[in-house]
């Protein structure tokens, strides 16, 4: 690849990358082209880009932004995942194609970046691990509304109890 060829490969890239801050680097040699389309079909789902990028151009790309630790001993033909709601979904979505072993055996998590620190295939699995944005927001209204839940429970606990007891001396006479 001429050199012209390379400056244009890498800026295409940067663009493409342009923007994002959290991503992950899988690695997809050997798998087939059908197999590759169902992935990306699968990816394209869940609103995931997979971008596959030569490594020492896509180090060169990255270089300066958050993204650049991601490519820190790197090897060979990757494959860059970014997008879906939130980095935790993107993370989890990676982590279950890497254990299905039947449909994607050639699909392997390499690792990632996340706030500009780089992740390695455990740190990964480990992030999938925790709470997604839906999970987390509906944790924090759930605590949110458990106190109006009882407090609303205490005021209206002794009234129903009084109002039951008013019913039965009224039905007795």
Do not use: H, Y
């Not at 995942?81 to 254990?99: A, P, Q």
């Amino acid at each position: 690849m001429s050199k012209f060829v390379k400056e244009l490969v890498t800026r295409d890239i940067k663009n493409r990358l342009d923007g994002v801050e959290d991503a992950v680097i899988v690695s997809t040699v050997g798998m087939d082209a059908n197999t590759t389309c169902e992935l990306r079909a699968e990816l394209r789902q869940k609103e995931i880009t997979m971008l596959v990028v030569k490594n020492s151009l896509a180090r060169k790309a990255t270089e300066g932004t958050t993204l650049s630790p991601m490519f820190e001993g790197a090897a060979g033909s990757l494959a860059v995942c970014f997008g879906g709601s939130d980095f935790i979904s993107l993370v989890k979505e990676v982590v279950r194609l890497d254990k299905d072993s039947e449909k994607f055996g050639k699909f392997v998590a390499a690792g990632g970046v996340m706030d500009g620190e780089a992740l390695d295939p455990d740190g990964l699995k480990a992030v999938s691990k925790w709470p997604s944005r839906e999970e987390q927001i509906s944790m924090l209204v759930g605590q949110i509304l458990g106190p109006g839940a009882n407090l609303s429970a205490a005021l209206l606990g002794p009234g129903k109890t009084l109002n039951g007891q008013i019913k039965k001396i009224s039905e007795e006479e």
